[in-house]
Structures are given as C-alpha cells and as structure tokens.
C-alpha cells in the first residue's frame, strides 16, 4: 500500500456509535502521532456529523503526545446547528485521557464580497525547486529525508534548511505542496489532505533565525493549531505555503502561513504556537 492510501484508509474512520469514531495511525516507526494527522481525522470526524454545510475554520490544542501504536477515538459534539452556520467540538482520546480537542465551525455555502492578498511571487517554481530538491535530499542523512520521499504529501522547499548543520536563516519560508492522489470535488477530503499538510513544516519556520532543528538539540512539539478555510481547492494541484514567523518568546515559537493554488488563489490561512526549547 502506497503512503497516500494509507492516508486515505486513516482518514477513514470507523464509526463506533452515534458521534464516536475510531481513527488508526499508518505503520510507521514515530514516537508520537503526527499532530496533522489528528488534526485531518478530527475534522473527518466532525464532517461525519454535518450535512450541507462547509467547514470554515478550525482552532485546535495538542494537549497530551499521541501514541501511534493504539486506536485514537474521536468523540464529536454538536453544539449547534443552524441554518446558516453548526459548530462542533471533537475531542481525541487515548486511554481515557484527552490527546487533542477542536472546535471547528461550518457554513452553509453562500456568495458575498470578495477579496484577497496577492500571492507572493516565489522565487522558483515548483518545477524548478524538483530539479535541486534530489541534491538537498542526498546531502542530508538518510533517516532524516526517508518520509519526505515516501510521505502522502509531496513537499519542495525553495529555502531549505540543512537539518543537521542548520545555519541562521530569515524568519520565513516558502514550500510546494500537493497530495500524491486526486480528491476530485470531495470538499472534505480535499480540506483534510491540506490540513495534514499544514502541520508539516509551520514551526520550523519559527527556529530559522536561530540556526537550529529539531535535529539540533531542541525539543519541539506543536501547541495549537488553527486553519480558516477561504476557498475550496484541489490538493492534487501544486499549493505555495507562504509561512513567517513575527516572534519567539517564552521556548514558544509563533507561526502564520497562507496556502495559495498555484494561480494565485488564496484557499486558507493558518496560524501556530509550537515548543522550542533548549535542551540541556
């Protein structure tokens, strides 16, 4: 089975009774889940509870660190439907005790004004950035660039930072994103495969001026995680995550980024506090 549709089987998850489901982690060898992931399949889970409406947003904490080799339950709750809008609350457990919670808010699809920041021309294209993206690979440890060859999400820095040798670099970064299937027009799906990926590489974005990784003495762990979701898009097609980070403080780092297809439509927005702690 290929990575995507391991993605694709874990994003499908099993309904245990009404407004609880039960989510799996693919067989890799993590210590912890990845926080993406959570967040794509408590987002499946609220999506199983909504009929026409469109998730708009969603604002998330990392509470505990997930263990990949158990089942994660998601519980979901309604707490409103409205004509125009529902809201739900899911929470992700793990041997009884909260891993994860979301609050997350739909819309009933509907026109009105329009408008959007222009998106940044990037320095290379995402055609361009593959023509180097395999000599940055073979320069860095082979365990360190396994899962960006066999993850679900194809990513291309502009700017990559050498994980093991980091130098300091501004605080902001541009990354090529696309899912390795096709989602069509399935709103939900598509949503989940970019909320995956914007967990990806947002807080490193945050440790860039500092000249270090998270292979570099720090401990990192993301903290919260939010998404508004502007426009429907298909994740199949390449994506610019324009990211920057206006401040550290406190071992947290924070991060923005926005996602733009790649004619320059604007289709979400994120934002996230991580851990950047000093070892030692």
């Not at 009105?112 to 940055?136: I, L, N, R």
């Not at 501004?170 to 949503?191: E, M």
């Not at 297809?261 to 996230?272: C, E, F, K, Y």
Request: proline share 7%.
């Amino acid at each position: 089975m290929s990575a995507m549709d391991e993605l694709i089987d874990i994003l499908t998850l099993e309904p245990i009774e009404v407004n609880l489901f039960r989510g799996v982690s693919p067989p890799e060898e993590r210590q912890r889940i990845f926080g993406g992931q959570v967040v794509a399949q408590a987002l499946m889970a609220a999506y199983k509870t909504v009929g026409g409406h469109i998730c708009h947003s969603l604002q998330s904490y990392f509470i505990r660190p997930g263990d990949p080799s158990i089942p994660v339950l998601y519980q979901v709750e309604r707490s409103r439907d409205g004509k125009s809008f529902a809201t739900r609350r899911v929470i992700a457990i793990q041997k009884g005790e909260q891993i994860f919670n979301m609050a997350c808010s739909f819309q009933t699809p509907e026109d009105g004004y329009e408008h959007q920041s222009e998106m940044p021309t990037p320095a290379y294209s995402a055609d361009e950035v593959g023509k180097f993206v395999e000599a940055w690979i073979k320069s860095q440890p082979e365990e360190n660039t396994r899962w960006l060859r066999n993850a679900p999400i194809e990513m291309r820095a502009i700017d990559p930072v050498d994980v093991v040798n980091p130098k300091p670099k501004p605080p902001y970064q541009s990354v090529w994103l696309r899912a390795r299937s096709n989602a069509g027009d399935d709103i939900a799906l598509n949503q989940a495969f970019l909320a995956y990926s914007s967990d990806y590489s947002l807080l490193g974005t945050a440790m860039r001026p500092h000249g270090v990784s998270w292979q570099s003495g720090v401990q990192t762990a993301s903290l919260d995680h939010i998404i508004w979701f502007h426009r429907p898009t298909n994740f199949s097609e390449w994506h610019l995550y324009v990211q920057d980070s206006p401040s550290a403080s406190g071992a947290r780092g924070f991060n923005r980024g926005a996602i733009y297809r790649n004619d320059g439509t604007l289709v979400a927005s994120t934002a996230q506090e991580g851990l950047i702690r000093k070892r030692g």
